[in-house]
C-alpha cells in the first residue's frame, strides 16, 4: 500500500462542507468517489480542515492509503478527470506511511474577506460593507486574539471539544482596497470560530467600544459579535 498526499481546491458553494454526510454532497464524498472510480478500491480519505457547508479552500490537504500501481503524475490527472468542475487536485505526491493529513497538521490559516464596494461578480465570495470601518480598531483586535487561549467565546454550542484552547500563531488585517481581509494562523479552529471572530473584529471596526481581550476572557458567547456567513472563509494554508 501506498500512502498520498493531495493538495486541493473548491468552491465550497455547492457543498454541505468538507465532511462526508448520508444523502448530502460534500468534498470529502466527491473525492473517495473519484479515488475509489480510477482505483477500483474503497478507501478513507482524511482531511486537514472539516471546513463548513459554504466555506471555500485554496489549499486543503487530505491524505488516503491506496494499493494503485499508478505513478502520482497519472493519479493526479485521472482523479481531476473524474471530479466535478467546482473541486481541483492541485498536487499529488506520494507521502511517509505514516502520514496523517489531519493528525500531523501543525497548523491552519484561514482568511475572511470583507469587500467595501457593491460587486455583481464577488457578492458570493466576499463580505460586503460599505459604511466606513475604524482600520487601525480591528487590526489592533486582532492583534490581541495572538497566544495560547482559551477561545469558548468563539465557539457554538455544536462545538463538543472537551478542551477550547487554541493557540493563535498570526493575525493580522491585510487591506488591498477594495478587499479587506482577516487572516487567522492557528494550531486548530473550533466549530464557526473564525466566522465568529470576524464578527467581532467588524462590530470593533464600526465603532463598537469593545476589547477583544475581555471578550475572550469572558468565555461566554453571547459576548462576540454575530457568526458572519460562510461564504467570504477560505481555507489558505495547512502548515506540518
Known amino acids: 500500500m501506498s500512502n498520498f498526499k493531495l ?7 455547492g457543498f454541505h462542507g ?13 473525492l473517495r ?3 475509489e472510480e480510477t482505483t477500483g478500491e474503497r478507501t478513507t480519505v482524511t482531511g486537514a480542515g472539516r471546513t463548513d457547508a459554504g466555506v471555500h479552500a ?25 471530479l466535478p468542475k467546482d473541486v481541483r487536485v492541485r498536487r499529488l ?16 490559516t484561514y482568511h475572511y474577506i470583507l469587500i467595501r464596494r457593491p460587486t455583481a461578480l464577488w457578492r458570493n ?26 477561545f469558548t467565546t468563539f465557539a457554538t454550542s455544536q462545538d463538543d471539544s472537551p478542551v477550547k484552547v487554541c493557540r493563535v500563531i498570526r493575525a493580522e488585517l491585510v487591506e488591498s482596497p477594495p478587499l479587506v481581509t482577516f487572516a487567522v494562523t492557528a494550531d486548530h479552529f473550533l466549530h464557526h470560530m473564525m466566522r465568529s471572530i470576524a464578527g467581532t473584529v467588524l ?7 469593545w476589547s ?16 458572519l456567513p460562510p461564504y467570504a472563509l477560505y481555507l489558505m494554508h495547512v502548515g506540518y
Open 203 to 209: 462590530e470593533i471596526g464600526r465603532g463598537k467600544p
Open 58 to 82: 485554496v489549499a486543503q490537504v487530505a491524505s488516503f492509503a491506496s494499493g494503485t500501481r499508478l505513478a502520482p503524475d497519472v493519479l493526479l490527472g485521472a482523479l481531476n478527470a473524474r
Open 33 to 35: 468517489r473519484a479515488i
Open 212 to 227: 477583544m481581550s475581555g471578550i475572550i476572557a469572558a468565555r461566554d458567547s453571547s459576548r462576540s459579535g454575530a457568526t
Open 7 to 13: 493538495i486541493l481546491e473548491y468552491d465550497g458553494t
Open 125 to 150: 465570495y466576499y463580505y460586503l460593507v460599505t459604511a466606513g470601518l475604524d482600520i487601525a480598531a480591528m487590526r489592533g483586535a486582532l492583534g490581541e486574539l495572538r497566544g495560547e487561549r482559551d
Open 93 to 108: 505526491e506520494e507521502a511517509p506511511p505514516r502520514f496523517n493529513a489531519r493528525h500531523d497538521a501543525k497548523s491552519r
Open 18 to 30: 468538507w465532511q462526508i454526510q448520508p444523502d448530502l454532497r460534500t468534498v470529502q464524498g466527491e
